[in-house]
């Protein structure tokens, strides 16, 4: 190896290398590259009471944040995500809202994966033995060496080849008939089988052969001659058959003289054909044996994991004995993946319909924000159709609720009754972000899903999808969640979401066909609950086919499905209660002791008799009568007054009443306010004091009885009554300016002319003008139209220095803003509405790091020759952003907006005269601004009439029958557009293949290390404590170790607001080996905890934990951290000199050309008591050993 010196006297800088949230080149669903603007999206999670009163407020106060290009909110876990249009943005937003009081908190958006094992499967099939399943016929009898069945080390596919395999089949011949043993032992083919002589059982040998017993004890026997009997009383030569699949799904049977069973049409068996054709073709029948049921579902043999295969399956057939799902009220299984193949013929009958979408029509018929919605959503790619296009999600469905008894393909463990709802988050490379799985889990909770699986994860810990799982916990939704594939310890690294501290989590390790625990399965003693098959499971892909996948994402299903099947048996049953029948209803395995927390392996059966067993909620019998609401907050969806709930006719079982929202497909929501205590009373109320924001699914009240072993469901059917939303929302602001152009109709009587006015001032609450006559009386008259709002809002700065932002309007009519000479750390907002100009007048910052972005395109530097210069934009919302970081400053900057006119021009063609003049009054819907009415009088212009003058502006277009919209004839064309000048420092950034601006500066680091921060971030001791790890190059860990270096890597933390008050402890630092060195290069691992002060609250903890994601995902805040840990750790030109000499030294003495490894290995003593001879400057303390690295 070539050895080299990385810090020779040069200043010593770091810098972050990211794959996480801010990194513009992470692969999405699309090929790899530079993703959408949108992709970059910080999670924003608020309190409750934020959630109840602001929400409306806080999404349109995140909308004008620089840089923001949608804000959504997601009320059903409390939280909003925001796509941005760079990495840049979204790391200032999180910056911004870490200054926020506790009832924020902003995380950027992580990654996480698919759990399957198909690569490794794949690795390990390579390096099978050749041939060892293909040479086990009972491998070949069930089809098990088609595509993932090869045996490895451990047995994890193996599950085929186990000597332990019995099970109970028939025969049936290509001519329809079965094989039939009689009590002598003669063997003959029968038209309909029976179970004392028509069922074989199968036991797989040593030798890789098989051999079939019959109901009698005996098995059969095959001679030289061809003779086949039932007479066997030991397994030995003659009674040993070879098992061979053929093409076609059937198998053939051999002896082990080499020849075939045969059955001919005479009814006559024999062993004596050389050549397996058809009469030589047989059907394996599955047989369920006694308190079984089995379906006519003609892959089920290939389900280890639910037949008696061996003995460690689940007993799935023993509990279909008890309960199929067929009848009863179904349950909604929300699928969190790639999606599900929703046209599959083993899924389609099981797939959830959204019954207030029509599909194909286009149009989002329920108004939930999605278009044709029907079978779920795809939030991957932002829109109504989860199609997998992947295969993981189909597979992990087929398993859960495959069609059973259908005579196609498998079954899912709940056999029918479950309504598979498909919520794809995770791309065609399955790979997903963070906040489409929070969007995921807020559609489920939405539409009413009992169960969400999940067979994702393997990102470190994130606040925000904790939060999210927690709001599904309140709504009863239990959350499935795979341990992971890394055969890791989750107590020790955890893996989220399994590792989420929530009590609707079941984390499910997986297990083989052998009940070992499968080798890349994770395991936890406190942190994962219970095992499921999970090594080679069968079941359905895209496309209509099937496949065998092994992962611990294959073993979540199983207790998906087997969590629904209890739950439809019992419908009454809490999700809590459910959770306790899986996890107490295990088979315990020594193989599992002491690796999870239960020690043992899912089991149907007994999970199905514990369930009888439970004593299901007893809500009360008796309802309220009545509900009544009225909403009078005149926000926009914003509900505030008073709700009365009419008491039940008899309160003698009821404790309480409570109110909550239901969607429009009659799902259960959040409640409304504290439950009503039931004191006899003939009317309770419930004021919903300040504004109470709903979800957005959210489409009436209804109000249910309860008491402390059960309440009413809160459902649009039944006895409970309801009551539908009606928002009272109004505008909150009118038009203005209101002037009429004159008669033109010279006739007595009648008029003719158009009517002009400004829009509101903002029209974020307008959707329409209403144009009304004025009677002579003052009285409102009849309507003459309507003029929709266009979304318009006169310039306006938001954001802390706009107190220091000059604003006036120019006498061109335009609006200028001007910042002088600036501050650092400044951060406004200036939002206008197009179409417009900006002509930047003046402009002279610090380049790269102080900008003003004026939509996509970014404006740095000192453009002195340049200016001025005008920047279009089109029709719609503008942000113009300002930002300044904390070192050097400008002289500021001036720019002008001139954007589009308020005017707008109704039209009124020749009418009769009604009455005094018009009235026009901003709405939002059917809701009027009545206390702000714009009034202008009329004149008839006949003549002998006085006559109105005409206006000053009279616009020329128009727009429909009555409006239109001009450019009001009052602003002045700025300068003419000159380009930016090329020379000089100044550039203009237009966002469009460019190098990011925000990057570290490249031409200052000379040579430098690299910090690798790592994407994982864990909690442990109840949340409090936040474990992370980055990783060094070129920092030997004997430096690092050292007491300087380490105190120096601790206050490096202190660069970060958020960090410098938190404990922080060094748990170890080693060396990496090289899946994690770059170039060869040695480096220090350093693995960090982070605690906040004492007695700080979990949403303190929940910060470092973002700020640490933060620092993972790259930006200023990782700078900030480089920076002052490369200037810690920078060597002196004292120290430079001492490299330098001892390493003209080494040349020298052992020459130039050998590799420096060599000079290093023989003189590594030299050098280093080089650098240690050399006297330190006062006041500074060499690092011990020069850093080097091998490459």
């Known amino acids: 190896m070539i050895a080299r010196i990385i810090a020779c ?24 590259g530079t993703l959408p603007h949108s992709l970059h999206r910080v999670i924003v999670r608020y309190d409750k009471a934020s959630v109840d009163h602001s929400l409306p407020e806080q999404i349109a106060l995140l909308q004008v944040e620089p840089g923001v290009l949608k804000a959504q909110a997601l009320p059903h876990v409390g939280m909003a995500v925001v796509s941005l249009d760079s990495s840049a943005a979204a790391e200032q937003l999180v910056r911004k809202l870490e200054q926020h009081a506790s009832s924020v908190l902003a995380v950027p958006d992580t990654w996480v994966t698919a759990f399957d094992f198909g690569a490794r499967t794949a690795q390990q099939r390579r390096a099978s033995p050749p041939g060892a399943c293909s040479a086990n016929p009972a491998c070949r009898m069930r089809g098990l060496i088609v595509g993932d069945c090869c045996p490895v080390a451990d047995g994890t596919m193996l599950s085929c080849c186990s000597s332990r395999v019995q099970d109970l089949l028939m025969l049936r011949s290509i001519h329809g008939t079965f094989i039939s043993a009689g009590e002598s032992g003669t063997l003959s083919q029968v038209s309909a089988p029976a179970a004392s002589s028509s069922v074989f059982e199968i036991s797989a040998n040593d ?38 699949r053929n093409t076609d799904g059937t198998v053939s049977v051999s002896s082990s003289f080499g020849l075939y069973l045969t059955a001919d049409k005479s009814g006559a068996l024999a062993v004596n054909r050389a050549q397996a054709l058809g009469w030589e073709q047989f059907t394996i029948v599955d047989k369920a044996a006694p308190g079984q049921r089995v379906g006519n579902d003609p892959e089920m043999s290939r389900l280890w994991a639910m037949q008696d295969y061996g003995g460690f399956d689940i007993d799935v057939p023993e509990a279909w004995n008890i309960w199929t799902g067929e009848v009863g009220k179904g349950i909604t299984v929300a699928v969190i993946d790639t999606g599900i193949d929703y046209t599959h013929e083993d899924l389609r009958e099981q797939m959830w319909v959204n019954p207030l979408e029509i599909p194909g029509n286009g149009i989002d018929d329920d108004q939930n924000g999605i278009v044709d919605d029907i079978h779920g959503a795809d939030f991957a790619n932002q829109d109504g159709d989860p199609m997998d296009d992947m295969m993981h999600g189909t597979h992990c469905a087929g398993t859960i609720a495959g069609v059973g008894n259908n005579r196609q393909g498998v079954t899912g463990v709940a056999w029918r009754g479950v309504r598979l709802m ?43 999808l904790r939060m999210a799982i927690e709001h599904a916990e309140a709504a009863g939704m239990l959350f499935t969640a795979a341990a992971g594939n890394e055969a890791n310890d989750n107590d020790l690294t955890p893996s989220y979401p399994a590792n989420v501290d929530c009590a609707n989590v079941i984390s499910v390790a997986s297990t083989t066909w052998l009940g070992a625990l499968s080798t890349f399965s994770n395991t936890g003693m406190n942190t994962v609950h219970v095992a499921a098959p999970g090594s080679d499971i069968y079941s359905t892909v895209p496309g209509g086919g099937y496949r065998r996948l092994s992962g611990t994402s294959m073993a979540a299903p199983h207790v998906t499905g087997m969590a629904a099947l209890v739950w439809m048996y019992r419908p009454q049953l809490s999700m809590h209660q459910v959770k306790d029948i899986v996890l107490g209803s295990v088979r315990k395995l020594s193989s599992l002791e002491g690796k999870i927390s239960t020690g043992g392996l899912i089991n149907a059966k007994n999970a199905l008799e514990a369930a009888w067993a439970f004593a299901p909620p007893q809500p009360p019998a008796h309802a309220p009568l009545a509900l009544a609401f009225e909403d009078v907050d005149p926000n926009i969806a914003v509900y505030g007054g008073t709700v009365t709930v009419t008491a039940a006719a008899d309160e003698s079982d009821i404790e309480y009443y409570r109110i909550y929202f239901v969607s429009g497909a009659g799902f259960q929501l959040q409640g409304l306010g504290e439950p009503i205590p039931a004191t006899g009373a003939s009317e309770y109320t419930l004021k919903v004091n300040g504004s109470f924001v709903p979800s957005t699914y959210a489409r009436y009240l209804v109000a249910v009885s309860g008491r402390a072993i059960g309440e009413l469901p809160a459902q649009l059917q039944g006895s409970a009554p309801r009551v539908a939303l009606k928002d009272y929302g109004r505008p909150i ?28 001032l903002n029209e974020a609450s307008v959707t329409n003008y209403n144009v009304y006559w004025r009677m002579a009386d003052g009285s409102r008259g009849p309507m003459l139209g309507s003029i929709d709002g266009a979304g318009f809002r006169e310039p306006a700065c938001t954001g802390r220095t706009c107190p220091f932002i000059n604003g006036s309007r120019t006498a061109a009519g335009g609006f200028r803003f001007e910042r002088g000479a600036y501050a650092e750390s400044e951060e406004a907002t200036i939002s206008t509405f197009g179409p417009g100009r900006v002509n930047v007048l003046r402009f002279d910052t610090e380049e790269v790091y102080d900008s003003l972005k004026i939509g996509s395109d970014e404006v740095s530097g000192n453009l002195s020759g340049s200016v001025p210069f005008v920047k279009e934009f089109p029709e719609g919302a503008l942000n113009i952003a300002w930002r300044s970081d904390e070192s050097l400053q400008g002289g500021g900057w001036s720019i002008e907006i001139f954007d589009a006119s308020p005017s707008v021009e109704f039209k009124i063609n020749a009418t009769a005269l009604l009455g005094s003049g018009f009235e026009v009054v901003a709405a939002y819907g059917q809701n009027e601004l009545l206390s702000h009415v714009a009034f202008v009088r009329v004149t008839d212009n006949a003549p002998g009439h006085a006559s109105e ?54 031409e200052t680091t000379g040579n430098y290390g690299r910090v690798h921060w790592s994407e994982s971030v864990f909690r442990r001791e109840g949340g409090s404590v936040v474990r992370s790890s980055f990783v060094v190059q070129g920092l030997a860990p004997e430096v690092a170790s050292q007491p300087a270096t380490r105190a120096e890597l601790v206050r490096a933390f202190a660069t970060s607001q958020t960090l410098k008050d938190a404990s922080v402890r060094l748990v170890s630092i080693a060396a990496v080996g090289d899946s994690e060195a770059v170039e060869g290069s040695v480096a220090a691992k350093i693995v960090f905890e982070l605690e906040g002060p004492s007695g700080a609250s979990t949403a303190a903890s929940d910060r470092v934990e973002s700020a640490l994601i933060s620092l993972a995902a790259g930006g200023r805040a990782t700078s900030r951290f480089d920076a ?68």
């Open 949 to 1002: 003058p005409m206006a000053a502006v009279v616009p020329t277009t128009g727009r429909g029958l009555a409006a239109s919209s001009s450019n009001g004839g009052g602003a002045a064309e700025p300068a003419k557009a000159t380009a930016p000048s090329k020379q000089g420092k100044g550039r203009w950034h237009t966002g469009q293949g460019e190098s990011e601006p925000w990057l570290p500066r490249g």
């Open 733 to 760: 602001s009118g038009a203005r300016a209101l002037r009429w152009t004159g008669d033109a109709d010279r006739r007595l009587g009648f008029i003719q002319g158009s009517l002009v006015f400004d829009r509101a």
């Open 422 to 464: 498909a919520l794809k988050f995770l791309d065609s490379k399955g790979a997903g972000r963070i906040s489409d799985a929070i969007q995921a889990i807020d559609y489920a909770v939405a539409q009413g899903a009992k169960i969400a699986s999940n067979s994702w994860g393997g990102g470190g810990s994130n606040p925000a």
């Open 207 to 244: 030798d890789g052969t098989v051999s079939l017993r019959s109901q009698s004890g005996r098995y059969l026997m095959a001679d030289e001659r061809g003779d086949i009997h039932a007479t066997g009383e030991q397994i030995g030569n003659t009674t040993k058959f070879s098992i061979t």
């Open 9 to 32: 006297g040069a200043s010593f800088a770091f810098f972050i290398v990211s794959c996480a949230a801010f990194d513009t080149n992470r692969a999405g669903s699309g090929s790899a």
């Open 1124 to 1191: 002052a840990l490369g200037a810690a750790l920078a060597p002196s030109p004292a120290d430079g000199a001492a490299l330098a000499s001892a390493s003209a030294a080494l040349s020298c003495r052992f020459g130039a050309s050998q590799p420096l490894s060599a000079m290093m290995l023989a003189a590594e003593a030299e050098l280093l008591a080089a650098t240690q001879a050399t006297p330190a400057p006062e006041g500074r303390k060499l690092r011990g050993a020069v850093p080097y690295v091998y490459a």
